[in-house]
């Protein structure tokens, strides 16, 4: 079974922008986008638990906003400002366990990927 299932994905210039999404099979406590580039280890970029609270990998401060529809179980990430180094798969992830509490470090479901390709 499908849990997670991301679109969104693309190719864009630098400064552009890309809204990722990712459609849930339910209403998970603590949700999150990581990404893995080419060659590197795959790392966590942001996360928003139950109570609507967020948090961000320094390096996508002020540039992505992650956000969720409740309602639909679906969450987001607006990308804006996309530089070259924003190039990477972007997993969405989810747990029933709250953010704080290990859902967003080590969560337990993993969608299969949407690739973001930033030119310069």
């Known amino acids: 079974q499908i849990y997670l299932e991301e679109s969104g994905g693309g190719s864009v210039q630098a400064g552009g922008s890309l809204r990722l999404s990712c459609s849930a099979v339910?209403?998970?406590?603590?949700m999150g986008w990581w990404r893995q580039a080419p060659g590197k280890e795959r790392e966590p970029v942001a996360s928003?638990?139950?109570?609507?609270?967020?948090t961000y990998v320094d390096a996508v401060k002020g540039r992505f906003t992650i956000t969720k529809d409740h309602a639909k179980n679906t969450l987001f990430l607006q990308m804006n400002s996309l530089k070259a180094e924003d190039t990477a798969k972007y997993y969405c992830t989810a747990d029933h366990y709250s953010c704080g509490k290990g859902g967003y470090t080590n969560p337990f479901y993993w969608g299969r990927g949407t690739q973001v390709t930033v030119s310069s």
């Open positions: 928003i638990d139950g109570d609507g609270g967020t």
């Open positions: 339910e209403d998970y406590l603590c």
